[in-house]
């Protein structure tokens, strides 16, 4: 899905300046900036609910606006800001309103509901026939995925769709749903103002500024490592460093001895100091928080300050202290393009 200078004016406002981006196909793109930064109204001008004042949109090879609107909502799922299900259908019937549109049978559409629920995580036999009020605001979320996700759109718009779920509960939804979302290869742009949930999410990740103003595109840890922008560096600048060490993974040359993983032949034994009796071990690629975890533990366990790095074959190539960790974050933020 393609944006060309696409643009939105309201009466006396612009809500989308002049965006251009594409969607690749199966990725998971989430647009992440401020509130009024023109997210939702460019996540409704791809399935036409709002029509673009100037600009293209191509879905496939097709300008959208040659698409009945209508069968284009047929062919694009959408997950609307707030929910938004027919409170006076139960769970299994708002699940089935595409299939319905469709025309499908009761039989194929009975088994997709009971499906799509187990999918989401919650059990058919206790939720379907219940009706939206009677959910938490997760579960309702939950049943707005799955209604989107009925008839296995290519495409699926999602305007936060998990706004409205306790930190923890989010946590597992946000999971679930990428994993969902490789599995199926659906190709999905996201809208949210929470950057951890759009870097631990994304494939990649649009900032927005005012008027859809695009700030940066790059994958989660480009944004966080390297804003390109100080919009980008105020988004990502407050809890930026424990960002970093969920995203950074442990390489060569970070390590205290980098020459022994590029020398040939290049192993040997551990350092004599390295996690000392600990028997503690990382590997190359560890997350860095992982490394830290590891470094906390050998320190109370030895007094001792590193702790050996093995490569895939099990072979020690150097050891990992404080100062692998310091090396990895100037490593990130610094120069060339980074890793991951
Ligand atoms: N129907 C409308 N008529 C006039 N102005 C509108 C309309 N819809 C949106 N706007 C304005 O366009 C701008 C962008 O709105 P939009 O809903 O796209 O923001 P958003 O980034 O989704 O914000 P939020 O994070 O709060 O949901 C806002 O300034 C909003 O007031
Ligand atoms: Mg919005």
């Known amino acids: 899905m393609r944006f060309d200078g696409v643009r939105k004016e309201y009466a006396g406002s612009v809500a989308v300046d002049d965006l251009s981006l ?75 309103t595409v299939p319905g549109l469709l025309g499908w049978d009761r039989r194929r559409t009975r088994e997709r509901v009971t499906e799509l629920l187990a999918l989401v995580g919650l059990d058919p036999d206790r939720y379907a026939r219940r009706w939206p009020h ?35 509960g989010r946590a597992r939804l946000q999971q679930e749903f990428a994993r969902l979302q490789r599995e199926l ?23 927005l500024s005012r008027g859809a103003h695009l700030e940066q595109l790059a994958p989660p840890l480009e944004v966080v490592a390297r804003p390109a922008s100080a919009a980008v560096a105020d988004l990502v600048g407050r809890g930026r460093t424990a960002r970093l ?60 300050g590193a702790v050996p790095v093995l490569d895939a074959s099990g072979h020690v190539v150097g050891a990992a202290s404080a100062q692998t960790v310091v090396r990895a974050l100037h490593r990130l933020t610094s120069g060339g393009p980074a890793a991951g």
Request: hydrophobic share 40%.
């Open 22 to 96: 594409a969607v690749r196909e199966h990725e998971l793109l989430v647009l992440v900036g401020p509130s009024g930064c023109g997210k939702s109204t460019t996540l409704r001008m791809a399935n036409r609910l709002v029509e673009p004042t100037a600009g293209r949109i191509v879905l496939g090879d097709e300008d959208v606006t040659d698409v009945d609107p209508v069968a284009l909502r047929r062919r694009i799922g959408y997950v609307i800001q707030n929910v938004g299900l027919f409170p006076h259908r139960t769970v299994a019937q708002n699940v089935a």
């Open 134 to 168: 009677e959910l938490s605001g997760g579960e309702r979320q939950r049943v707005g995925v799955a209604r989107a996700l009925a008839t296995d759109p290519p495409v699926l718009l999602m305007d936060e769709p998990f706004g409205a779920v306790d930190p923890v």
């Open 185 to 207: 290869g659906t190709t999905v742009m996201m809208v949210t103002h929470d950057i951890d949930e759009a870097v631990r999410m994304a494939d990649r990740v649009a900032v």
């Open 245 to 304: 060490l969920a995203l950074g993974r442990l390489e060569p040359s970070d390590l205290d001895d980098a020459g022994a993983a590029t020398r040939p032949g290049g192993t040997r034994d551990a350092p004599a100091t390295a996690g000392a009796g600990t028997g503690r071990t990382l590997r190359l690629g560890a997350e860095l928080g992982d490394v830290v975890t590891a470094l906390t533990d050998a320190a109370g366990a030895s007094g001792g």
